[in-house]
């Protein structure tokens, strides 16, 4: 089922590359650690330590490891077996920490989706992976009751917090523990699914290799966890946090989760609980600075905020230093390369107002010492120092391939483990790595990647649509935003509302165009094709990159 080329020389990704120079065997020398592995010594390492706090619930290590191991206990008793993938549809709550660390420990594979995705959307991903079993909330096990005949591979769907399903968590917590049957390194662990160019999702498939190196690379770049550590999980765990909890789930800090992410309510749970560590996109770091500035409140407690999706501008940056000091780190990665690719540091971030605002708070850091970056030309020839080029990576993190996609893998990556991240950058003298353009059409708005194709394809189906682009334009709290720019049939009215419904009725809530404008032509190239880059290159006229912050 999964596409992909076996690389060597990257030690932590199974068997490849154990043949020594000296022609023999070092496969024992070869690292061989899981992220199941991770989180089973965490269980017992930091026994009495608390896991997860829900109000005046709290589970700690050890009874978290239980909760886990009777899970895939419980998971077993329905028949579905280690490599069957397992979906979480659910807000940010704790029983996802219970679901996820049993599915990785239990040797399935992980598949977490937004809940703000289109029910479309969802059946399209559930049928694309073969998805066995999925854990849902309420109004997504209602919906899922009404599709279950178009997703033949789908078992059962396990309820969480009420809702309709084939049963529920708290029935599967009832199961005999399962003794711990470790994965092996080279075993799929996870799918991450991102829009593709086409439109159609692809699932980026991670080993627990790959996994176990994020965790690394993560531990290596965020400052050192501290006994007392607590994270609070306002960013989705099907994203952002759901990448950075696990680094803080090996280093025994405690875990809070908000389903909705409020600004002045985050503040409120970080004054409540001395919160330290905090994991946030741009979008919601830009509105927590706002509530912070109208409100005061003792924020000191925080030592870490770690954000990742889009970079941000360094004048905001300023603002948010003002706010809480030096405590930011930004992450720059991709589902296919998860983060960190590079880190700007908690350290880089400093600076002194007097002095101005240092040009490096533009850039996405430096590369991460396990990982490799070269910048290179549309001929694959690596550019000049100083010089832009497409920003190409490798190393042991690098997902195994595309779920079903061989020719996309190949695509991506090339034969000697090079991936394209089709975002374009240059190196300063100082090595801090700055992303000025993307030469993919994807927009990243709010954190979530969206590839204007399929937005497209759905505007597209209004009878009154001649030809569509949608762009990504600058703003203010999004980063980016979504505009469509439509040229109507003759003999037809259209509205912007009318773009933006069908949008509504049949994609995620964050596809939708923020703003929509009417023209008579798009610009083409001489065989036809709408140059989207063109169009797009009007509303950044004014700015020194092409990407939101």
């Known amino acids: 089922m999964l596409s992909g080329t076996t690389r060597t020389g990257q030690g932590t990704s199974g068997d490849a590359g154990v043949i020594g120079p000296d022609g023999l065997d070092h496969r024992q020398r070869v690292t061989r650690v899981t992220v199941a592995d991770l989180y089973e010594r965490g269980y017992h390492q930091y026994g009495s330590r608390v896991a997860i706090r829900d109000g005046s619930t709290t589970i700690t290590y050890r009874e978290l490891g239980e909760q886990v191991h009777r899970i895939v206990g419980g998971l077993g008793e329905l028949g579905v077996r280690r490599g069957d993938r397992g979906v979480l549809l659910l807000d940010n709550c704790p029983e996802f920490f219970e679901i996820e660390h049993a599915l990785f420990v239990g040797g399935f594979v992980r598949t977490t989706l937004s809940v703000r995705l289109h029910l479309r959307e969802v059946v399209h991903i559930l049928a694309d992976c073969a998805a066995a079993v999925v854990f849902a909330s309420p109004g997504w096990a209602e919906q899922l009751a009404g599709v279950r005949d178009r997703l033949p591979a789908l078992r059962h769907v396990v309820a969480v917090a009420g809702g309709p399903g084939d049963t529920t968590v708290d029935r599967l917590r009832e199961a005999p523990p399962a003794p711990y049957a470790p994965p092996l390194p080279h075993d799929p662990a996870a799918i991450l699914y991102t829009s593709g160019t086409t439109g159609m999702p692809k699932g980026a498939t991670l080993s627990h290799a790959n996994w176990a190196a994020m965790v690394r690379n993560e531990l290596l770049e965020l400052p050192p966890a501290e006994d007392d550590d607590r994270v609070l999980h306002v960013a989705p765990l099907s994203h952002l946090s759901g990448y ?49 500035e109208r409100r005061t409140g003792n924020y000191r407690s925080l030592h870490t905020v770690v954000y990742a999706g889009s970079p941000i501008a360094p004048g905001r940056l300023a603002r948010a230093r003002q706010v809480f000091g030096d405590v930011f780190v930004q992450f720059y990665g991709l589902s296919e390369l998860p983060i960190p690719i590079a880190c700007l540091s908690r350290r880089d971030h400093a600076f002194d107002p007097a002095g101005g605002v240092p040009a490096r708070l533009a850039s996405a850091g430096r590369v991460s010492p396990f990982v490799e970056v070269r910048l290179v030309d549309d001929r694959g020839v690596q550019v000049p120092h100083g010089e832009i080029g497409e920003i190409t990576v490798r190393g042991d993190q690098t997902m195994m391939g595309y779920w079903n996609l061989p020719s996309a893998t190949t695509d991506m990556i090339d034969a000697e483990g090079w991936a394209s991240t089709g975002d374009l950058g240059r190196f300063d003298d100082d090595g801090y790595l700055y992303i000025v353009d993307r030469k993919k059409d994807m927009v990243v708005t709010g954190g979530f990647n969206v590839y204007p194709t399929e937005v497209e394809n759905v505007v597209s189906t209004l009878p009154a649509v001649s030809e569509v682009a949608v762009v990504g334009v600058p703003d203010p709290v999004w980063g980016e935003a979504l505009k469509a720019v439509v040229v109507v049939r003759e003999g037809y009215e259209l509205s912007a509302d009318d773009v933006v419904a069908v949008c509504a009725a049949n994609l ?3 596809k939708k165009p923020r703003s929509v404008e009417f023209v008579s032509e798009l610009p083409k190239t001489g065989s036809g094709k709408i140059m989207r880059r063109q169009l797009r290159d009007r509303y950044w006229a004014d700015g020194d990159r092409k990407v939101g912050g």
Not at 249 to 271: K, Q
Not at 276 to 289: A, C, D, H, Q, S
Request: aromatic content about 10%; hydrophobic content about 50%.
């Open 244 to 292: 950075v909890a696990p680094s803080y789930f090996v280093r025994g800090a405690t875990h809070f989760t908000c389903p909705r992410f409020d600004a002045v309510a985050t503040l409120e749970l970080v004054e409540r609980h001395r919160v330290t560590i905090l994991p946030m996109v741009p979008t919601m770091l830009n509105l927590l600075v706002q509530a912070a």
């Open 508 to 510: 995620a809530g964050y």
